[in-house]
């Protein structure tokens, strides 16, 4: 929601440098990829729902501090410290997904759960910009604040644990505390979890290196983890960079600017409906079609789609914007970025989860690293980059790049994605 309001942020603080300028909204996605390595371990060791209530605490407090900050420093530093927190639903929310639908029934849900991240900084640049316009930027801080007090208090009471390893171990331990102890003296209780040293620092060291592990030795978690970071870089390259655009080029004021998000969340939300309406469906065919054996690779046919818009909207926006066309041209290369940016995050998503089910937290931190440190790192040499090459050949750059990383993903691993995972002790 800042990213509209950093002119006014500017003026507040007397910043006159572009780097620190985007840093003031990059710094939030750098604490995305610190978060979710300890969170996502930590979610398997106390369970998802109380890590996630205290990390939404967290960032509750934080973000509300920023709204009072009295220098650059302190709004940098209060960032950092919300995004700490905002970033538990990276990894816990992936894990969430695998503990409560079976792989036929997980497409439509991680459809649905991976469009939030994602609509989100498109809602709250366009919410942002009008509040900014008739308030200060402080408020859209402590707008935020006050909605996310509510989600607060509902997830209170309505947000039960998944985990199955820690419902299993209440259970086990709810039973011995039941048993009366001079009938059964010598019975033993465990869960099937517990065949192995389930100690407090045994879990924790295992679980808080396991993010690491995966990425160092998982090949699918380098492989997809590459791509999802270039293509958050480009989703958050786009989302600080369309002012520039919209209020340089077209010289439109900052609400009226600020709607053109709207064409980044029309591409997502299109591209991710019919892809949450139809994953399951081409799951289930694909399952029938090679004798009823599931494979997390039936997940990936939407990612070829998803590989071909996201160049494509780049060419678009690149050169109809240089050209000085009319506003709707590049708002239609914006729509498409958004649909193969989505379409591309789902099936990844879907996959990390099908191969990594147990430790899909974990996974899902791991590829979250990687990618959070592309979203803040692409905002700030975009100026640069721009200011050298111009929108057409900047973007032109972005195109190419997608493609040589995008294409050959799905048919990397459509073709050896189960050799990959047969030789890995995480994947199933």
Known sequence: MIAPATGQVASSFGIDNDVMLALTTSIFVLAYAMGPLFLGPLSEIYGRSRVLQLANLWYLVWNLACGFAQSETQLIVFRFLAGLG???????????LGDCWQPHERGKAVAI??????????????????????STWRWVFWSTSIVDA????VGAFSLQETYAPLLLERKADRIRRSMDAEKAPYREIRTVFEGQDRSWRS????????????FAHEPIVQLLGVYMAYLYGIFYLFLTTMPSIFEG?????????????????????????LNARTMDNVYIYLKSKYGGVAKPEFRLPAMVPGSLLLPIGCLIVGWTSQAHTHWIAPDI????VGAGIILNFQCIQTYVVDCFTLHAASAMAAVSCLRSLAGFGFPLFAPAMYKALGFGKGDTILAVVAIVIGCPAP???WHYGERIRNSSKHAR
């Open 113 to 134: 759960y991976s469009l939030a991240p994602l609509m989100g900084p498109v809602v709250g640049p366009i919410t942002g910009a009008w509040v900014a316009q008739y």
């Open 333 to 336: 290369g914006i729509a498409l």
């Open 411 to 413: 048919w990397i691993l």
């Open 86 to 96: 905002g970033s538990a639903p990276l990894s816990i929310g992936g894990g969430f």
């Open 249 to 273: 080029i077209y010289q439109q004021p900052v609400g009226i600017a600020g709607l053109h998000y709207a064409a980044l969340g029309i591409g997502l939300l299109v591209a991710s409906q």
């Open 203 to 214: 879990i924790m060291a295992k679980s808080l290196i396991r993010p690491f592990a995966l």
């Open 150 to 153: 509510a989600i607060q208090i």
